[in-house]
């Protein structure tokens, strides 16, 4: 069961979805957590998948996900437009799989005595578009599950830094 300690937040004026989440860990090891390839096979998407992450992190640079299960492969593509490691990330996200068009996520981790706020904002192109994914099983439960796995990971990677 997913733990509650994930905020959603759906304006119905605007497509977007806003998602916050404390971390007890510094933002350079959350940074490492979201961006390397060894890292994100540890938390991100369903645990029961194989999954493949290829990553070229610069402006102008992409990235595939790919998680294959017993019902067949689903790939998630886009570009990364900023990184400011290790504050910000903003990427394009897109897959054929999906009802909806491709949408812009920023990503920002903000460090307070040693605690990391991730704050998402995915921004689709419509409000119809976000509210098709908001009808996924992924959008909030699954993502939760997967940020608490990171929290397991980010736990492990600080006490080997120590």
């Known amino acids: ?77 886009g570009v990364y437009r900023e990184v400011t490691p290790p504050e910000r990330l903003v990427y394009t996200s897109r897959s054929a799989q999906l009802p909806f068009q491709e949408c812009v996520v920023t990503t920002t981790l903000e460090e307070k005595g040693g605690k990391t706020t991730m704050t998402t904002t995915t921004v689709f192109a419509s409000i119809e578009d976000r509210d098709g994914f908001l009808k996924m099983p992924y959008a909030t439960t699954g993502n939760t599950a997967s940020l608490d796995r990171l929290e397991k990971l980010l736990g492990e990677l600080a006490g080997a830094k120590a």
Not at 2 to 28: C, G, H, N, Q, W
């Open 1 to 77: 069961m997913p733990s509650e300690k994930t905020d959603y937040v759906f304006d119905p004026a605007t497509p977007t979805i806003v998602m916050t989440r404390l971390f007890d860990t510094p933002r350079r090891l959350v940074w490492d957590a979201m961006t390397k390839p060894e890292y994100l096979k540890r938390w991100y998407g369903p645990p029961e998948n194989e999954s493949t992450y290829e990553v070229d992190l610069r402006p102008g640079g992409s990235h595939r996900f790919a998680n294959k299960s017993q019902w067949g492969e689903f790939v998630s593509t």
